[in-house]
């Protein structure tokens, strides 16, 4: 049985994709619809492959989605006997789920069925959902009999006279056989000749042998020879079988004089046979995967005698090819063989044992080592079936035993990575940069040496390399230890007078904390920033003052740092904004004795004596543009910053906004907005005074007096408004126009209409499509439509003049329809049988489409393209098959369409076994229509006609002479329509 219908997902997994809008995961807070029911069936179509008779089973999963129950009903679109489905109605919860069950049994006639179920529910937002079950019904498969072929020849009788023989077999099947004859559909099976004296007046006719046995089989033809002799009594040959073991037979073939050929089975046989030289050849025997040979023999039969022959069979013998590998060239492996009768060998290279009884043999690996390498076997012990005349190989694969190493690393600061290098055998090297444990090395010497590491000012120093022999299984230790370096600060001080003396203080790394009065050298420091942090020093009257300093110590390096005193003054910081771009102020600062600076910007004054400064700017003109600040007076105080702020604003200025256009009481609807979020609304011609000088939009609404509306002749417009002066801004308001929309139905994509519009004051304007016509003259307007054709189709125009009244700023729309001068189409269905009724769907323009099964001459169709499609269609074991046909429907007129059935290729895979590595099969296909096809080695070969094909297999011969036939030469295969055949080329050796 074939499922054809998607994989079915877990139900509350696939009910969680849905909710989540079928995306592969949820964001916390995605919203689920909870506003009605919503249906979901995650597969609609379905399709299985049965036998007749055969049934199955399966499932639809129905989905709520939403947030309320779902009630739903199901019902089938035909009466379909050969469906039942389960429930037929039934609820499901919010974000539920439910199984929709049902069951469908082959019908009795072979062929094609499909069912419509249709699911009903009060999902608002959906109809009903549609689902698909379909059928394909194959014959139910028959058992094929195993025949055979066998040839019966009857010698010696005169013509007219009938031997006496009975051919008995299988299943009490008995006939006589009247003379030489071919039987060609015989069962497979054991089959018995026996022979009868007759007479011919005083001539006695005796026939040879009298009793003869054989085998019909389906891989080669039967044969058998009766001799009748009048001159001499027959001989008798009595053939003895030795050396095969009990519940196995023989298979001897016996030919001798005259052209006597017999096979035989089992172990002991008697034969009347006529005088002459005879050869028992016997053929290998297989018995419970062990083989037996034989050599053949050969004895003369004298009439009225008793020959004897014996035919002793011996085991054929098996190899064992044990590989050794894995180990170098000095090292020698430890394996050992042991097998039937005691046999056990060992082994420490790779060896073929020779001449080997057939059983179970056992090859077991053991360790090999040295002092410091051990290599072990992947797989200890394996059994192996040594089997008659075949070669088996043990592979034996050693690997080297790794061993460890475990390495220390110790002395670096947290987070520092060392520099460690390991070098080892095979050129073996990796590097370190923390304690690590290295696996799976190879034994051996392995030297470990490690450099400085520096790390900003710290320096660590390596300690001497190492050397560490690794063994097999073991792990070894190895430690490194780095020491950090120190360094020296030099300090030294000056700005100060004699006799003052420096109060320092040195800080560093390692709580490290120390006083200095003046300069010195600060020595086995450990790496790293110090700060010094000097105090102020009063000296007589004066006051001195220093800056905290910072040094680095680097590990190996004398630092140098100075701590420079200098005596306490004031500051002025003056701070300028308000400048405009590419404009310089001028800004004097003047204080007590007779002090006077001029500046253009912010500036910090150093070293001024502590009194009481006045700080005057001057105005700054830009263009139109004036900007001013007001002067200022600031007190400097002994070693302290004194600020203040100096900020330029512009002088302001006015605009003027006038407002036309607009009948008397109407009022405007104009917005002015400008710098620091200025906005004034307006409704006439106002001036606006007192503002910031700039850039202002004036922006401008239109507004309406019923019917009419009246616009700006500027939406907006940008204004600069200059200090100390008055702008100027202007709207003039307008009468606003109309619009209409002339909109089109009835035409296929890319037609033309032919609509004329006429209007006030001469208007006239032709329009072929969908369209919008804007900035209209108020008044009435006449929309007159007219024929059109398109691709041998032609419409009429349906809609009569149309008048519309337009006011001002209005917007309107007609619609013109147009209806089609139909044509006819008339469908042909060619190649099928007589009486056949495929599914045929033709589809055209608006959604048109119908399903046929006949011959049909279709009216009143849309003109334009037509598409006919075909499903597949099955007469017999024959499948046909439509390709897509399309054609143009025109007015007015009948147009023709034929589809076209054809019958589906087959094909045929052939297996071809029983040939040696290298050598090529010689297969011939040979096909209905005389067409030849050839095979070396398994193929397929496709795209077959339909009918029966000769598969004839001519015998062939290896590098070494031996000859191999085919077990059936000549087979005969019946290919049918889309299906695929099989057949078995069998070779063996002669």
Not at 413 to 439: H, K, Q
Not at 909 to 918: A, E, K, Q, R, T
């Amino acid at each position: 049985m074939r499922f054809l219908a998607a994989a079915q997902i877990l139900p509350s997994l696939l009910l969680a994709l849905i909710l989540c809008g079928l995306s592969i995961g949820c964001d916390e807070g995605d919203p689920i619809d909870d506003s009605g029911p919503s249906l979901f069936i995650d597969d609609t179509d379905v399709e299985f492959s049965l036998e007749v008779g055969e049934s199955v089973e399966a499932s639809f999963q129905m989905y709520n989605t939403g947030g309320q129950t779902l009630n739903f009903e199901v019902e089938t679109e035909a009466d379909s006997q050969w469906i039942t489905v389960s429930p037929t109605e039934g609820v499901i919860g919010a974000r539920m789920s439910r199984t929709l069950n049902y069951k469908a049994v082959c019908p009795s006639d072979a062929g094609r069925y499909a069912v419509k179920l249709i699911v009903s529910s009060n999902d608002a937002s959906k109809g009903p959902v549609e689902l698909f079950v379909r059928l394909d019904c194959e014959p139910a498969y028959v058992e094929p009999i195993d025949v055979g072929t066998l040839e019966v020849a009857i010698l010696g009788l005169p013509e007219g006279l009938a031997p006496d023989v009975l051919l008995e077999g299988p299943d009490s099947f008995a006939t006589a056989i009247a003379g030489s004859m071919v039987f060609d559909a015989l069962p497979t099976g054991a089959y018995v000749l026996t022979a009868s004296v007759v007479t011919d007046g005083d001539v006695v006719y005796t026939p040879q042998p009298s009793l003869f046995s054989l085998e019909v089989s389906t891989e080669e033809i039967a044969r058998a020879h009766i001799t009748y002799t009048t001159d001499e009594l027959p001989g008798v040959l009595e053939i003895e079988v030795f050396g095969l073991p009990a519940g196995s037979e023989a298979n001897l073939m016996v030919m001798g004089n005259p052209e006597f050929t017999a096979e035989l089975r089992g172990t002991s046989f008697r034969l009347e046979l006529a005088a002459g030289a005879y050869t028992v050849t016997p053929t290998p025997v297989t018995f419970q995967n062990i083989t037996y040979t034989a050599s053949e023999a050969t004895v003369a039969i004298t009439a009225g005698e008793t020959a004897e022959a014996f035919i002793t069979y011996s085991v054929y013998h098996g190899e064992l090819v044990v590989e050794i590998s894995g180990l170098p060239t000095d090292f020698e492996g430890a394996v050992t063989v042991t097998g039937p009768d005691n046999f056990s060998v060992e082994l420490t290279a790779t060896t073929t044992l020779e001449r080997l009884e057939p059983g179970s043999y056992t090859v077991t690996a053991s360790e090999v080592d040295d002092a410091i390498t051990t290599y072990r076997p992947l797989n200890a012990s394996a059994v192996f079936e040594v089997l008659s005349g075949t070669t088996d190989t043990a592979v034996v694969d050693y690997r080297l035993l790794p061993g460890a190493l475990a390495l220390t690393i110790s002395g670096l600061a947290s987070g520092l990575d060392a520099s460690v290098s390991i070098v080892g055998p095979n050129g073996f090297s990796v590097s370190a940069t923390a304690s690590r444990t290295l696996e799976f090395l190879l034994p051996g010497v392995y030297t470990i040496s490690s450099m400085n590491v520096t790390s900003g000012l710290s320096t660590y120093l390596a300690s001497a390399a190492i050397e560490v022999t690794v063994r097999s299984t073991q792990s070894e230790d190895a430690a490194l230890v780095y020491t950090l370096q120190t360094g020296s600060l030099a300090v030294a001080i000056a700005g100060l007078p004699d006799g003052a003396q420096a109060s320092v203080l040195v800080t560093g790394p390692g709580a490290f904390e120390q006083s200095l009065t003046s300069g010195q050298t600060l020595t086995q420091l450990l790496p790293g920033v110090y700060t010094l942090t000097p105090s102020n020093v009063e000296h007589g009257a004066l006051s001195f003052k220093a800056a905290t300093a910072t040094a680095s110590v680097s590990s190996g390096q004398l630092a140098q740092s100075q701590i420079n005193y200098s005596q306490i003054v004031g500051q002025l910081r003056v701070n300028v904004s308000g400048v405009p771009t590419n404009k310089t102020a001028q800004i004097v600062v003047t204080g007590a004795n007779n002090y006077q600076q001029v500046i253009s910007q912010s500036v910090t004054i150093n070293n001024l004596i502590p009194g009481t400064f006045t700080v005057t700017p001057n105005n700054i003109v830009d263009g139109t543009v004036i900007y001013r600040s007001a002067p200022q007076e600031v007190v400097v105080v002994d070693g302290q910053l004194a600020q203040l702020h100096v900020v330029y604003a512009a002088a302001k200025g006015s605009l003027q906004v006038a407002i036309t256009g607009l009948p008397a009481g109407l009022e405007a609807d104009v917005v002015v907005n400008g710098p620091n979020a200025f906005e004034a609304q307006l409704t006439a011609s106002a001036t606006l005074a007192d503002l910031v000088p700039g850039q202002y939009l004036v922006t401008a609404q239109a507004v309406s007096a019923d019917p009419n509306n009246f616009v700006p002749s500027a939406f907006s417009s940008l204004v600069t408004v200059q200090s100390e002066s008055v702008a100027q801004a202007a709207i003039a308001y307008s009468l606003q126009g109309a619009s209409l929309t002339i909109n089109f139905a009835g035409l296929p994509p890319g037609a033309a209409g032919d609509v004329v519009v006429t209007g006030p004051n001469g208007y006239i304007q032709a329009v072929v499509t969908t369209s919008t016509l804007n900035n209209l003259a108020p008044g009435e307007y006449t929309i007159d439509s007219f024929d059109t054709a398109f691709e041998g189709g032609e419409f009429v125009a349906a809609t009569a003049p149309i008048n519309r009244l337009l006011t001002s700023g209005t917007s309107k729309s007609v619609l013109i329809t147009y209806e089609p001068v139909v044509g006819n189409l008339q469908v042909s269905i060619v190649g099928l049988p007589t009486g056949s009724a495929p599914k045929v769907y033709l589809h055209g323009p608006h959604d048109y489409a119908v399903e046929l099964s006949a011959d049909e001459t279709l009216e009143g169709l849309v003109p334009g393209r037509y598409t006919l499609t075909a499903d597949l269609f099955s007469v017999g074991p024959d499948i046909y098959f439509a390709e897509l046909v399309e054609v143009d429907v025109v007015s007015d007129d009948t147009v023709e369409a034929d589809l076209v059935f054809e019958p589906m290729p087959g094909s045929l895979d052939i297996s071809i076994f029983g040939l040696p590595d290298g050598v090529q099969a010689n297969v011939q296909i040979v096909g209905p229509g005389g067409d030849v096809s050839y095979l070396s080695e398994t193929g397929s070969i496709e795209e077959l006609a339909i009918g029966g094909y000769n598969i004839i297999a001519a015998e062939v011969m290896d590098q070494g002479g031996i000859v191999y036939r085919a077990m059936e030469d000549n087979q005969f295969v019946e290919i049918y329509s889309g299906q695929r055949a099989s057949a078995f080329v069998s070779y063996m050796a002669q």
